[in-house]
């Protein structure tokens, strides 16, 4: 499956923003969804992962309560919706496909990946 990242931008601390994941092909519904960041300097983390039918999510913890994952299989996108955000979260997002569990090691377990976007955050 390719992917497609976009709605990144600038937002001030406190801000939202909503990125989408848009893939294509007709399989989209067989693969498990995550959303991963990089920030400069650093490695690419986790942020957020989505099962097949939308029913588990899990997050990482810094952004619990702040962000949320969501898909519309129908639409063949993901979704990830920032809400209070912090300058801590700026990075570039990638989205990221496997077509397997919900449940994974690392980023080596992904099979496809978007080309990023780049999100920003102002304090």
């Known amino acids: 499956v390719q992917l497609q990242a976009s709605g990144g931008g600038l937002v001030q601390a406190g801000g939202s923003l909503r990125l989408s994941c848009a893939a294509s092909g007709r399989s989209f519904p067989r693969y498990t969804v995550a959303w991963f960041r990089q920030a400069p300097g650093k490695e690419r983390d986790f942020v957020a992962v989505i099962n097949r039918s939308g029913s588990s999510t899990y997050y990482k913890d810094s952004v619990t309560g702040r962000f949320t994952i969501s898909r519309d299989n129908a639409k063949n996108t993901a979704y990830l919706q920032m809400n209070n955000m912090k300058p801590e979260d700026t990075a570039v997002y990638y989205c990221?496909?496997?077509?397997?569990?919900?449940?994974?090691?690392?980023?080596?377990?992904?099979?496809?990946w978007g080309q990023g976007t780049l999100v920003t955050v102002s304090s």
């Open positions: 990221a496909a496997r077509d397997g569990s919900i449940y994974f090691s690392g980023v080596e377990d992904f099979d496809s």
